[in-house]
């Protein structure tokens, strides 16, 4: 069983940046993959980012790449999402989850997920 509780989220101004952290319960974090997902009022949920368990592999998508980093510390059991230049269509509730075997982009392949976290853009 993994628990995982997402924060850092809030309201910032378009071209602000944000870092999301997200914390893990249990001792076999450092085997999951993690990844990054938000869901705006009205859409779907949608990948943001995922990293490999080691952290050696990261994944993106289009419309955050080169402005969101997804990072992990597993002596911390934490994984992170640097969000910068954002924009108001980055507004949406963000969720981490993880997975027991390789990265994925679709939700429907995590095993565990946090409660979310909001992050709201200003234009």
């Known amino acids: 069983q993994v628990q995982l509780v997402e924060s850092g989220g809030g309201l910032v101004q378009a071209g602000g940046s944000l870092r999301l952290s997200c914390a893990a319960s249990?001792?076999?974090?450092?085997?999951?993959?993690m990844g990054w997902f938000r869901q705006a009022p009205g859409k779907e949920r949608e990948f943001v980012a995922a990293?490999?368990?080691?952290?050696?592999?990261?994944y993106y998508a289009d419309s955050v790449k080169g402005r969101f980093t997804i990072s992990r510390d597993n002596a911390k059991n934490t994984v992170y999402l640097q969000m910068n230049s954002l924009k108001p269509e980055d507004t949406a509730v963000y969720y981490c989850?993880?997975?027991?075997?390789?990265?994925?982009?679709?939700?429907?392949?995590?095993?565990?997920w946090g409660q979310g976290t909001q992050v709201t853009v200003s234009s």
């Open positions: 249990g001792r076999t974090f450092s085997s999951y993959a």
């Open positions: 990293i490999s368990w080691s952290g050696g592999s990261t």
């Open positions: 989850a993880a997975r027991a075997t390789m990265t994925s982009r679709h939700p429907s392949e995590y095993d565990y």
